[in-house]
């Protein structure tokens, strides 16, 4: 099965519910992005009192945890991939 990107934007071109569905989460992930890339080192310096060295601890943690959580999610959700994670699947038979 091929996916083309001419074919994904009839696909969404036909069907605004679906277009509407995962803009709405592409601008949830952004604003996610921002509040914990952003907005969170500001409170823990701000109202917390927190050092500098602390916030860095904390947002390295998240983001350690973060792709240590989605890439397992990943590879259950899509299954096992015989190329390698990076490569995708492999061509050889």
């Not at 310096?45 to 904390?58: M, N």
């Not at 259950?76 to 015989?82: D, E, F, Q, R, Y």
């Amino acid at each position: 099965m091929q996916i083309s990107f001419k074919g994904i934007l009839t696909t969404l071109r036909s069907n605004r519910n679906l277009a509407a569905f995962l803009f709405s989460i592409v601008l949830m992930e952004i604003v996610h992005g921002i509040e914990a890339m952003a907005l969170y080192p500001l409170c823990l310096t701000e109202i917390l009192g927190s050092s500098v060295t602390l916030v860095g601890a904390v947002v390295s943690m998240y983001l350690i945890v973060d792709i240590a959580t989605r890439t397992p999610a990943g590879r259950l959700t899509v299954g096992p991939m015989p190329g390698g994670l990076l490569m995708g699947p492999s061509s050889r038979s």
